[in-house]
């Protein structure tokens, strides 16, 4: 029995060392999330819980960071196609909408304490600026990656090698993969009280 043969081309099906080394990274992040949140389920069932409502800065960035992902996707379909100027608009643009989620994270937290929700007091506001802060450094960590993906396009000359779009396409499927953890993230914060 064939089972990493494609029998249609002949070919094997194997996926590139490092999107395998990208997805393996993303199920121990998912796994520290889960955890977290289990954690949030179980301590806020054993009572002394705050209540409080989310700042509308946490709905804003959401709707940024997902148009961050969209022209994200926008610049790799036209890096893709050869298309230079779609590849650099759309990634110029990600940039931004990516900084720009960070901002709006920040007046998200500066308004929430505000509210007198902050880390030393009730442990509902430690959780969730844990919970939002460790998100916000992954954020980070693909902001650092887009800027020497933008460092790349703004020194190189456009040449959409394979080896270069699989660089930028393990960028990109971060981003998508912080943006799909921020709406879960969000739902659950939202949705579990």
């Known amino acids: 029995m064939v089972t990493d043969v494609n029998i249609y081309s002949g070919k094997r099906n194997r996926i590139h060392p490092q999107k395998f080394a990208l997805w393996t990274s993303f199920a121990s992040i ?15 069932a054993s009572g002394n819980w705050l209540e409080f409502a989310l700042p509308n800065q946490f709905i804003y960035s959401t709707i940024v960071i997902l148009c961050c992902s ?10 893709r196609k050869g298309d230079s100027n779609a590849h650099k608009i759309g990634m110029i643009l990600g940039a931004i909408l990516g900084l720009a ?20 007091g009730n ?19 693909g902001l650092a990656a887009l ?18 779009i699989l660089r930028y396409e393990l960028v990109v499927h971060y981003w998508h ?9 969000l739902l659950f914060l939202v949705f579990v009280k």
């Open 30 to 44: 998912i796994m520290m999330f889960v955890a977290l949140t289990s954690a949030y389920i179980v301590k806020q």
């Open 70 to 79: 969209l022209s994200l996707h926008w610049s790799l379909r036209g890096f």
């Open 101 to 120: 989620f960070v901002v709006l994270q920040y007046f998200g937290w500066t308004a929430l304490f505000a509210q007198g929700v902050d880390l030393k």
């Open 123 to 141: 442990v509902s506001g430690s959780f969730f600026y844990i919970i939002t802060g460790l998100h916000a450094l992954h954020v980070i960590g």
């Open 147 to 164: 800027g020497v993906a933008l460092f790349h396009m703004l020194t190189l000359p456009f040449e959409n090698k394979p080896q270069r």
């Open 177 to 185: 993969f912080v943006d799909f953890l921020w709406v879960y993230l």
